[in-house]
């Protein structure tokens, strides 16, 4: 059974930093791009970031470019978000979701149940 748990989530001032986990298994986590998605109050999915299988490739959504770093431990089947600059605008619950393939391409078939981000002094 796939299974993605995620945490880190917490209040934090504007301008501060989080890092956020996803703890994989299930399934063999080093042959799976990986995603997190956020979803805003009153708003709509979005995806933030993607990681390829191999960690070697990433892409951001425009709105976190330079502010956000994804990265993988598939050693520990592990992925990691570290948000930095953090904005009010960032406050949303963030989830990990699995890619249905090792590329970017082709959605996402798995989602955790997310954790929780609050942007606000």
């Known amino acids: 059974e796939v299974q993605l748990v995620e945490s880190g989530g917490d209040l934090v001032q504007p301008g501060g930093s989080l890092r956020l986990s996803c703890a994989a298994s299930?399934?063999?986590?080093?042959?799976?791009?990986m995603n997190w998605v956020r979803q805003a109050p009153g708003k709509g999915l979005e995806r933030v970031s993607n990681?390829?299988?191999?960690?070697?490739?990433?892409m951001y959504a425009d709105s976190v470019k330079g502010r956000f770093t994804i990265s993988r431990d598939n050693a520990k089947s592990t992925l990691y978000l570290q948000m930095n600059s953090l904005k009010p605008e960032d406050t949303a619950v963030y989830y990990c979701?699995?890619?249905?393939?090792?590329?970017?391409?082709?959605?996402?078939?798995?989602w955790g149940k997310g954790t929780l981000v609050t942007v606000s002094s």
């Open positions: 990681i390829v299988s191999s960690g070697g490739s990433t």
């Open positions: 979701a699995k890619g249905a393939s090792s590329s970017s391409a082709n959605g996402m078939d798995y």
């Open positions: 299930g399934f063999t986590f080093s042959s799976y791009s």
